[in-house]
T-cell receptor
């Protein structure tokens, strides 16, 4: 596609339920990022993928959060046993970064996000 | 820990006023610097970026930013704002070798017609 696609655009779920958020990056982009945007908190880094591997999972808030990427393309972010504090906009971004300094010339391209509301 | 500070959380200006949004980061090594903009109802878009060379970089829509290494700053400027510049602006830092883009908390700009 022309841009980064995220689905669903909105998700309302009950506390304790599991949710799965999907991201389709720009074709050919090897790097994929998940961020969380909360009111007044800016963008909080969650996880980074290079291809199918995740060299940096340091931002995942708890073990209820997990993410995977298959085929070097689509990624899913799963939140188990959702809590009200998980309510936020979850953003996916991709870039055509490679290794070394080439990654510096590849800004992030963002999707429209998934607005998650946990009731 | 690496961090980015945007000191202005909300800014209200009249059209034609000049704009300067502050951005400071904490990292002693090589960085790449970015400003992103999020217009109402739209996704985050790149406004401008600095990698190396001339510390004064120009972006889209008349925006520019100046990298001052000694001050760890990358302030965004525009000489004359328009109503259509109403948006949220995010400063971001990419520290060398970390893969991680670190974002500030954003500045909401409202331009009054």
């Amino acid at each position: 596609g022309a841009g980064v696609s995220q689905s669903p655009s909105n998700k309302v779920t009950e506390k304790g339920k599991d949710v799965e958020l999907r991201c389709d990056p720009i074709s050919g982009h090897t790097a994929l990022y998940w961020y969380r945007q909360s009111l007044g908190q800016g963008l909080e880094f969650l996880i980074y993928f290079q291809g199918n591997s995740a060299p940096d999972k340091s931002g995942l808030p708890s073990d209820r959060f997990s993410a995977e990427r298959t085929g070097g393309s689509v990624s899913t972010l799963t939140i188990q046993r959702t809590q009200q504090e998980d309510s936020a906009v979850y953003l996916c971004a991709s870039s055509s970064s490679g290794t070394g300094r080439s990654s510096y010339n590849s800004p992030l391209h963002f999707g429209n996000g998934t607005r998650l509301t946990v009731t | 820990a690496q961090s980015v500070s945007q000191h202005n959380h909300h800014v209200i200006l009249s059209e034609a006023a000049s704009l300067e949004l502050g951005c400071n980061y904490s990292y002693g090594g090589t960085v790449n610097l970015f400003w992103y903009v999020q217009y109402p109802g739209q996704h985050l878009q790149l406004l401008l970026k600095y990698f190396s060379g001339d510390p004064l970089v120009k972006g889209i829509k008349g925006f520019e930013a100046e990298f001052i290494k000694s001050k760890f700053s990358f302030n965004l400027r525009k000489p004359s704002v328009q109503w259509s510049d109403t948006a949220e602006y995010f400063c971001a830092v990419y520290p060398s070798g970390t893969y991680k883009y670190i974002f500030g908390t954003g500045t909401r700009l409202k331009v009054l017609a």
